[in-house]
């Protein structure tokens, strides 16, 4: 590979680090305010509601311009989210603001591969963009949870002189806004390719039909349907688990915020192995057979009820990790040449958003209504778990036989 595509990840990574740690910012900022606890879902849930209702147009975005500058443009407006969140504006709608950055950024990171790779190398590179998207997840919870530690941050603001930075939340804000900067300089270097399937009209009502047509065209093709149906409820579940662990870390294991960031890493851990597993044993006509691991993944997280032990608990988020990167590279990869070869890669990747983020956002709603109702963590991850595994299941059930409906 060239040093466009090495471009391409490292400014990926850059985005994807102050993304992730941006949220256990977020997360401390509103600690900071003495928020209830149902609002921490409810701030995903205003981060990734742009990816809904701008579903129709970002994706025509990101296929009438560069998507190196599309790229570039997102992170810039996810710069004054960290902005907006240092001068005191509230925490759920600055965080929203850098969420719609991040809705414009998607379809361009993912589009960018289909417009710069053939389809032979798919499946390769999504494993290298999940294997440093995971590392930066792997960094950002651990810078995160350092920087909202509070001996670590003090020791930090003695010798930094800024005056609206006074507090560990508002120092990790004040450092992540410096890592959108850097990805969004790499962004500039990201080589130029041929703009495809570039959208016949500027107008919201053509681009709100365009979008309709795209998404029904998507999901009438077998291999789109089964594909965007998985990664889906893939997204939906692996947002709501992210919050979860944090939860379950400060009862079961009597874990800090900080330490309770850190461990999310370990998951993360677990989805490079899996994405890289996935990039030597899964071929593109050959995805849907991974269906049957996305069901173990949900009976694997059952397992969280009984474990006390630090230990086991690392292991247990590892083996939760492989499960979802094995499974969920391949079904990214069937998507992406599907929608490439069908409508295009930024509407594809928008119509993949909207329909994950949809997802992500009921779940997390069904967390938020649990966490206020207080009902007790074991029964909310036995739900959890069992939804998972059985929405997987009849998944399968259903789609398991469509790669032979559907020619690759």
């Known amino acids: ?17 102050a993304d992730n740690a941006l949220l256990f910012a977020a997360i401390a900022l509103l600690k900071q305010v003495h928020a209830p606890s149902w609002h921490t879902p409810v701030l995903q849930q205003a981060f990734i509601i742009s990816f809904v209702i701008l579903a129709p147009f970002v994706g025509a975005f990101a296929d009438s311009l560069p998507k190196g500058r599309v790229m570039f443009i997102s992170n810039a407006i996810k710069m004054v989210g960290c902005i907006a969140m240092l001068v005191g504006i509230n925490p759920l709608l600055a965080y929203g603001l850098a969420g719609f950055g991040a809705a414009a950024y998607s379809p361009a990171k993912y589009g960018i591969l289909t417009e710069y790779l053939p389809p032979e190398r798919l499946v390769w590179a ?6 440093l998207t995971v590392s930066a997840i792997i960094l950002g919870a651990v810078i995160g949870g350092m920087l909202i530690t509070p001996s670590i941050a003090t020791a930090i603001l003695q010798d930094l002189h800024v005056p609206m930075v006074v507090t560990p939340a508002e120092l990790a804000i004040f450092i992540i806004f410096f890592m959108y900067l850097v990805a969004a300089l790499f962004n500039l270097y990201i080589p130029l390719v041929p703009i495809e399937h570039k959208p016949f009209s500027r107008s919201p009502l053509f681009l709100l039909k365009d979008f309709w047509h795209c998404f029904t065209l998507l999901w009438k093709d077998p291999l789109g349907q089964v594909s965007l149906a998985v990664t889906t409820l893939f997204w939906g579940a692996g947002a709501t688990l992210r919050l979860l662990v944090l939860s379950w870390a400060a ?12 461990l999310i890493a370990w998951f993360a851990v677990g989805i490079a192995i899996g994405a890289v597993m996935a990039a030597r044993l899964v071929k593109l006509e050959h995805a849907v057979n991974v269906l049957p691991v996305g069901i173990g993944m949900g009976l ?38 599907r929608g490439h070869l069908l409508i295009g890669a930024g509407r594809s990747i928008a119509v ?15 967390y938020a209504l649990m966490e206020k109702l207080e009902l007790h963590l074991n029964l909310i991850i036995l739900v959890f778990g069992l939804l998972m595994a059985g929405l997987m299941g009849l998944l399968y059930k259903k789609h398991g036989h469509d790669q032979d409906n559907g020619r690759i």
Do not use: D
């Not at 590979?1 to 680090?17: E, V």
């Not at 999504?126 to 294997?131: L, P, V």
């Not at 009862?251 to 850190?262: D, F, I, T």
């Open 1 to 17: 590979m060239n040093r466009g595509f090495y471009t391409i990840l490292i400014a990926q990574f850059f985005s994807a680090l």
């Open 126 to 131: 999504n494993s290298w963009m999940e294997g």
């Open 251 to 262: 009862v079961a294991l009597h874990y800090s915020m900080g330490e309770a960031a850190k």
């Open 300 to 337: 694997l997280v059952l397992v969280m009820i009984p474990i006390t032990n630090p230990l086991l608990a690392i292991l247990l988020l590892i083996s939760i990790g492989m499960m979802a990167g094995f499974f969920v590279v391949p079904m990214n990869a069937l998507l992406q040449h």
């Open 352 to 366: 993949q958003n909207f329909n994950e983020n949809i997802s992500i956002f009921l779940m997390l709603g069904l």
